[in-house]
């Protein structure tokens, strides 16, 4: 079975760029979530979509933040403008979402905002 | 409201040793699922293992081991002799049984195991 793949690998851009990552989870998976792990810290929920809806984006800034999940597969996390402080992993994972299902992550994408 | 707290942040030992990662949890409902994770040096999040609040018999595979008290709120991670293939952060996190998968993590213990 075929992981949560994810692009790029590697992102570095200046602030008030903007940038984009792609997310495309396990076959079969309807929930998806996109999570920000800062350096030294735990990852924290972005957003989590069930199919292609919205469960819970109450974290996320949508002032510069915004995510898609079109015909409930493939996702984009879109961030515009950059701050220094978005510098971060970008982890997607999915799962089942039948409640208490193991999350399965991508290897991230590591945004550096110089 | 959920949390998840890994008081050790880094945890150092010699190969063969063996090591526990402390987690305590708190949490207002009475079905949830706890899991741990691992992630090395390549960034992935590798799931170890998941129990839930019903179930809080010990488990072992093979050298890892898990004590789940819900007395205390804890469920603690062990790892027996140690080898340097351990060496990675290793996360504790919770998450309501009901209708979601969503998982809120503690912050995380590094373990540097050296030859």
């Known amino acids: 079975e075929a992981g949560v793949a994810q692009s790029p690998r590697y992102k570095i851009i200046e602030k008030r760029q903007s940038v984009a990552f792609w997310c495309n989870p396990i076959?079969?998976?309807?929930?998806l979530y996109w999570y920000q792990q800062i350096l030294g810290q735990g990852p924290k929920l972005l957003i989590q979509?069930?199919?292609?809806?919205?469960?819970?984006d109450s974290q996320l800034p949508k002032d510069r933040f915004s995510a898609e999940r079109l015909k409930g597969v493939d996702s984009t996390l879109k961030i515009q403008p950059a701050k220094l402080e978005d510098s971060a992993v970008y982890l997607c994972a999915s799962s089942l979402g039948q409640g208490g299902s193991p999350l399965h992550f991508g290897n991230g994408t590591r945004l550096t905002v110089t | 409201a959920q949390k998840v707290t890994q008081a050790q942040t880094e945890i150092s030992v010699v190969e063969k040793e063996d090591v526990t990662l402390d987690c305590v949890y708190e949490t207002r409902d009475t079905t949830y699922y706890l899991f741990w994770y691992k992630q090395p040096p390549s960034g992935e999040l590798v799931f170890l293992i998941r129990?839930?609040?019903?179930?809080?018999q010990n488990e072992i595979s093979g050298r890892y081991s898990w004590n789940f008290q819900k007395s205390t709120s804890s469920f603690n991670f062990t790892i027996t002799a140690s080898q340097v293939v351990d060496s990675a952060v290793y996360f504790c996190?919770?998450?309501?049984?009901?209708?979601?998968?969503?998982?809120?993590f503690g912050t995380g213990t590094r373990l540097q195991v050296f030859p």
């Open positions: 979509f069930q199919n292609n809806g919205v469960v819970d």
């Open positions: 076959s079969g998976h309807a929930t």
């Open positions: 996190a919770l998450s309501e049984a009901r209708n979601t998968d969503k998982l809120i």
């Open positions: 129990r839930n609040s019903f179930d809080e």
